[in-house]
């Protein structure tokens, strides 16, 4: 039997079926990246060219290693360069596992970073009830896994058990470190708080906020990490600190930096450049992440919720420290006037749009809106704001909206998007329709893709291939079935989503708005 081969160039890395290696084609001069059909990935370098894996790469990037991918020799197998920065967009994340059940009963697991493959063979006649309860090659963390079945399992019928999903205790930390970290935490007269995405996934909402009560820390959140604490509380400094001088100092000026959750990744750090507090303190589910990226004095594996009651259960009593509420207030002040300076529109435009919704609607991003919305759009309730943070997905904003409103008919969900991103999944609005998902969808249209634009002007001082011939989007609602409405500025945001919200059909509200990057 033939060896698996691997291909790799462009973008993308996979493992291929048991078959040779795949050549580029004569015409990949564009870094196209073809992979086998086992895969069914195709990428070119173009707006849109991540969406391919987008999906994948959102649940396998923030639980996984993030391997720094070079050429080694004539191989040019990937390797892994421990203590380096990692972004996760340079790395290869698309396809992490491939799972592949094989007619004769066979589970193919493999990591597109330096792990041997594993070939299992699975307990015939029903390999995919052993992969879904189990009983396929152990896998230490919660990731996506990509299961292929052949079309003859697919077609056989049998009697199938599926037992319930395995659920691991939450895990503490040590006891010798948590006495090390309070003990740091008490001595601290100024330190802050960084909140990412693993304080949603751990729910620990309550214990963040009663920590940073206790400590009176600033809270400041990566993009994807917006709600973890209430955006208007007065210590909440949300995602607005990344380019703005004034949060900046606030934060390199804390004696001490609690960091729950978070990668520290390029997208939430100025590419590494964000000056940090010289002690630091971190907590993440995953050991290998706590290398990277940022060292820290104490490393805290654990689940962050249950370590972050570890922390509170441990703090010393009494242990009170000069309030920086009102120091806090003002630079934060400060910095909102000094935005609504430089960009009085679209600042209103979110302001107002803020104002609209109730404090619990779910709001999908995708394009340039995204950035603004996770600076400048205050977030009230945790997982209530969705962001394709490191991929930025173009057009995923609308499907993921869908599904929202499905599952949470009660809620308001609106999705902020641009006009070339909706391109790449309008006809979805049928589904919004046929599944009576009354979603509102705001569509910031300047009739073209305006980050190309933007990043050709800084760079050449010219731009092409970055107009779009797009359809009246209001009349395109209307023919879905859905209503459509279209507004001659930003500024009648406000009226046209208060009407949208009432409706009980899906909604389009066209937008004209050309925007740029929110930082200064």
């Known amino acids: 039997m033939s060896r698996p081969g691997k291909v790799r160039w462009g973008r993308l890395a996979c493992v291929t079926s048991d078959a040779a290696p795949l050549k580029p084609a004569a015409n990949d001069w564009m870094g196209d990246s073809r992979l086998d059909a086992e895969c069914r990935v195709k990428s070119r370098s173009r707006p849109g060219d991540r969406n391919a894996v987008g999906r994948q790469h959102r649940r396998e990037t923030k639980h996984l290693e993030q391997p720094r991918v070079a050429k080694d020799g004539q191989d040019r197998q990937p390797v892994v360069r421990e203590g380096e920065h990692v972004d996760a967009m340079r790395a290869i994340r698309g396809v ?13 697991v493999r990591r597109c970073s330096q792990q041997p493959k594993r070939t299992v063979p699975l307990r015939s006649p029903h390999p995919a009830e052993e992969c879904l309860d ?8 919660a990731i996506a896994v990509l299961v292929q079945i052949p079309q003859d399992v697919l077609n056989a019928t049998g009697d199938v058990d599926v037992a319930p999903a395995a659920q691991e205790p939450p895990r503490p930390a040590p006891a010798a470190l948590i006495r090390t970290a309070t003990d740091m935490l008490a001595r601290a007269r100024t330190p802050a708080i960084y909140a990412g995405v693993g304080v949603h996934r751990s729910g620990a909402h309550a214990e963040l906020l009663e920590l940073a009560e206790l400590l009176d820390a600033p809270v400041f959140t990566t993009a994807q990490g917006k709600g973890a604490i209430p955006e208007d509380h007065p210590l909440a400094v949300g995602n607005r600190w990344t380019g703005e001088p004034e949060l900046i100092a606030l934060l390199s000026q804390s004696d001490l930096l609690l960091g729950v959750g ?60 000069p309030t920086r509420r009102s120091d806090l207030q003002s630079v934060i002040g400060t910095a909102n006037a000094a935005a609504e300076d430089a960009w009085p529109e679209p600042i209103r435009f979110l302001r107002d749009l803020r104002a609209a919704l109730a404090r619990d609607a779910i709001v999908f991003c995708d394009s340039l809106i995204q950035y603004w919305s996770a600076r400048h759009f205050p977030v009230y309730t945790p997982r209530s704001m969705h962001l394709p943070w490191t991929f930025g997905t173009l057009g995923s904003s609308l499907p993921m909206a869908i599904g929202a409103k499905v599952a949470f008919p009660e809620r308001q969900v609106v999705t902020l998007c641009g006009d070339g991103a909706l391109m790449f999944t309008l006809p979805e609005l049928a589904t919004a329709v046929q599944s009576g998902a009354n979603i509102v969808i705001v569509v910031c249209n300047d009739k073209g893709y305006g980050a190309m634009r933007m990043h050709q002007q800084r760079r050449f001082g010219r731009f092409i291939a970055s107009d779009l011939v797009t359809p009246d989007f209001a009349a395109v609602a209307q023919a879905f079935g859905a209503r459509g409405i279209r507004v001659e500025s930003a500024s009648e945001i406000g009226p046209a989503l208060a009407s949208a919200l009432a409706e009980s059909q899906p909604v389009l509200i066209d937008v004209p708005l050309a925007l740029s990057i929110p930082w200064r």
């Open 134 to 141: 189990g009983r396929a090659p152990a896998i230490p963390r």
């Open 96 to 108: 992490q596992r491939v799972a592949d059940i094989r007619s004769e009963g066979r589970l193919r």
């Open 262 to 321: 978070s990668r520290f990744g390029a997208t939430d750090t100025g590419q590494w450049q964000l000056p940090l507090p010289a002690a630091i303190i971190r907590i993440d589910a995953d050991a290998s992440e706590l290398g990277r990226n940022v060292a820290a004095e104490v490393a805290l594996e654990g689940d962050a919720k249950t370590v972050l009651r570890q922390l509170l259960d441990a703090y010393p009593p009494g242990n009170g420290r």
